[in-house]
């Protein structure tokens, strides 16, 4: 990218977005918007898309990428878990069990904005009380959708993703690098 352009502003907290975006090459600035990710009454894919929105819509910036994400379990929404026995509940449900991960995108260029939710299907192996207390343990899920991360330890836990695996990490990455790259906005 060419000197006097601004960076990519990533309206997300999320340590695991920004790395994504920086391992491409794109400068970015993290701007944090001060949005509640409490739950609204939507189905699972329009709440992040809502959720992504509203957290874009709340940055100033030419180039601005908001994204949110959300664990569907047969159309109940599994966010952040509170505590460490939310996050067991969490992965008792999804043991052995196909779930749904949307992840939902706001990007405005100085020109649009465009806005899609992206699905994969995750298939967790049948997990054992003694492997969800090892992973509970590790507090890597507190923090996370359903209570688990793929790109970490929790990668123990998947027996398959269907789809695009970094949808389930947080950010569609190719569709995302295709949008900028298509409008000039290139690393």
Do not use: C
Request: no cysteine; charged share 25%; hydrophobic share 40%.
């Amino acid at each position: 990218m060419g000197s006097g352009k601004p960076p990519l502003i990533l309206a997300s907290g999320s340590p695991r977005r920004k790395a994504l975006l920086e391992a491409l090459g794109y400068p970015i600035r993290v701007a944090v918007p001060g949005v509640e990710e409490e739950d609204l009454p939507l189905p699972p894919k329009a709440l992040a898309q809502a959720l992504a929105r509203r957290k874009g819509e709340a940055v100033q910036g030419e180039w601005v990428l908001a994204a949110d994400t959300v664990v569907d379990l047969d159309g109940e929404v599994l966010g952040k878990p509170k505590d460490p026995e939310e996050n067991r509940l969490f992965l008792r449900r999804l043991s052995g069990r196909p779930h749904l991960v949307h992840t939902a995108f706001y990007l405005r260029t100085p020109k649009e904005v465009v806005e899609e939710v992206h699905t994969a299907k995750v298939f967790f192996r049948p997990l054992s009380e003694e492997e969800i207390a090892w992973y509970v343990g590790s507090g890597e899920g507190l923090d996370k959708a359903g209570g688990y991360g793929a790109q970490g330890l929790g990668m123990a836990l998947l027996e398959r993703v269907e789809g695009d695996f970094y949808t389930v990490v947080g950010l569609p990455v190719s569709r995302v690098f295709a949008l900028l790259w298509e409008r000039g906005f290139r690393p």
